[in-house]
């Protein structure tokens, strides 16, 4: 069964411009969560999708955005790059959202590193 | 405040001893507490999950949860050079349904 797979990778962005991620979930899972990790504020939640539709978002500016397609996968977008974005953005996904699981359970994808010179 | 509240570390055992690993967090109406474990350049997983108050183990590995305390606890029996890793504790938030992540403690469990 494949993970969730993050592209690109890596990727190097110079201030000002703008970049997108892409994530595929696991077959069946409907729901996208992102977090951005950095090694100072650890894992921070970006947003959570289920079924197309964001359920809730972090406490980030409107900088970032994102999407979900009708087959789960979903595409992160971060405008106007400043230095502090470097970080590693996670994608993770589960069957369900996690507030209908409860299980906690959320499958990490290998994530995209960002740095922003 | 920080939603959840880790010691980030890093903690040094001895191989063989008992690593204690804790948590706090903010928000009392939560009810569902995870643990997940993350290598050196890998992405996290999830090792233990907990949802009432008391212990839960499976195998070396023993969660404690304190709702009154607002505390959680991870337990590693017999730690071995493979647990070496940052663990994180997460707790699915009781006013967005999301789960928040501490910053993570390394335990590094040297031989």
């Known amino acids: 069964k494949a993970g969730v797979t993050q592209t690109p990778r890596y990727l190097i962005k110079t201030r000002g411009q703008q970049v997108t991620l892409s994530c595929s979930p696991i077959?069946?899972?409907?729901?996208v969560s992102w977090y951005q990790q950095t090694p100072g504020q650890g894992l921070q939640f970006l947003f959570e999708?289920?079924?197309?539709?964001?359920?809730n978002k972090g406490n980030f500016p409107g900088r970032f955005s994102g999407r979900q397609f009708s087959n789960s996968r979903s595409e992160m977008n971060v405008s106007t790059l400043e230095l502090g974005d470097s970080a590693l953005y996670l994608c993770?996904?589960?069957?369900?959202?996690?507030?209908?699981?409860?299980?906690?359970?959320?499958?990490f994808g290998e994530g995209s590193r960002l740095t922003v010179l | 405040q920080k939603e959840v509240e880790q010691n980030s570390g890093p903690l040094s055992v001895p191989e063989g001893a008992i690593a204690s690993l804790n948590c706090t967090y903010s928000?009392?109406?939560?009810?569902?507490f995870f643990w997940y474990r993350q290598y050196s350049g890998k992405s996290p997983e999830l090792i233990m999950s907990?949802?009432?108050?008391g212990d839960k183990e499976d195998g070396r590995f023993t969660a404690q949860l304190n709702k009154a305390s607002q505390y959680v606890s991870l337990l590693i029996r017999d730690s071995q050079p493979s647990d070496s890793a940052t663990y994180l504790c997460?707790?699915?938030?009781?006013?967005?349904?999301?789960?928040?992540f501490g910053k993570g403690t390394k335990l590094s469990v040297k031989p």
């Open positions: 999708y289920f079924s197309e539709t964001q359920r």
């Open positions: 997460a707790v699915i938030g009781g006013s967005q349904g999301n789960l928040i």
């Open positions: 907990i949802y009432s108050n």
């Open positions: 993770a996904s589960s069957r369900v959202g996690v507030r209908e699981s409860n299980t906690g359970e959320l499958f």
């Open positions: 928000d009392r109406v939560s009810q569902s």
């Open positions: 077959s069946g899972h409907r729901s």
